[in-house]
């Protein structure tokens, strides 16, 4: 059963527009989140995350919101730009299950393609 | 920056064949991972190890195996490769003791079993 699921598998948008991922979660255990990019033939790389006790956490560009009750959150890149297509993932972690049992639980992904 | 570094980048081999993916880290991480992906699919955990001489199987079931005898290296090693071994493995690092923790990852061995 997944416990981390990004439904969309793709996502196109034009150059300068906004690109919102989306990922939604199971486990009410989960308070930890993260977003990883990644291009093909080359490990994901480190976004942004987000821990439960925020909604918004923002870096630059990227912004992650967190909706805990609908347990859902979303990856808003403003502007696009052509080198942001790649496959964006979508993880999560359950710290309080302690450090020993750390995990993170990844989604399928989702590939942008960003159009010039 | 992180500096994990995985090798061979890519591998085609026979069916049969022993092969070891080498993964090394130069940051002093405890903990390693690896993880096995498909192509549309997430990322699977099929070993990890928080220090030296230790090693747990993960989520995945996998004939792989894997050895923690330096801090900096986590090999894996699959005695008879066979065409449902291919996939792309990715090998990762953090620090012990830190509750939000984010994993690095190295770039990944492509293997293609024929």
């Known amino acids: 059963d997944q416990q981390v699921k990004q439904n969309s598998p793709s996502l196109s948008v034009q150059e300068g527009r906004i690109s919102i991922l989306n990922c939604d979660y199971t486990n009410s255990m989960f308070d930890y989140f993260l977003w990883y990019k990644k291009y093909p033939a080359e490990g994901p790389t480190f976004l942004i995350s987000i821990s439960s006790i925020k909604d918004k956490n923002e870096d630059g560009r990227f912004t992650v919101f967190l909706n805990k009750s609908a347990k859902h959150l979303s990856l808003h890149i403003v502007p696009s730009q052509p080198g942001d297509s790649a496959v964006y993932f979508c993880a999560a972690s359950a710290s309080r299950s302690g450090g020993s049992n750390y995990k993170l639980t990844f989604g399928k992904g989702t590939l942008l393609t960003v159009n010039p | ?114």
Request: glycine residues 8%; hydrophobic residues 25%.
């Open chain 2, 1 to 114: 920056e992180a500096d994990i570094y995985q090798t061979p980048r890519y591998l085609v081999i026979g069916t049969g064949k022993k092969i070891t993916l080498e993964c090394s880290q130069t940051m002093g991480h405890d903990k390693m991972y690896w993880y096995q992906q498909d192509p549309g699919m997430e990322l699977h955990l099929i070993h990890y190890s928080y220090g030296v001489n230790s090693t747990e199987k993960g989520d995945l079931s996998s004939e792989s195996t894997v050895s923690r005898i330096r801090t900096e290296h986590f090999p894996l090693t699959l005695e008879s490769a066979r065409p449902s071994h291919t996939s792309q493995y990715l090998c990762a690092s953090s620090e012990l003791g830190t509750t939000n923790e984010k994993l690095f990852f190295g770039s990944g061995t492509q293997l293609s079993v024929l």
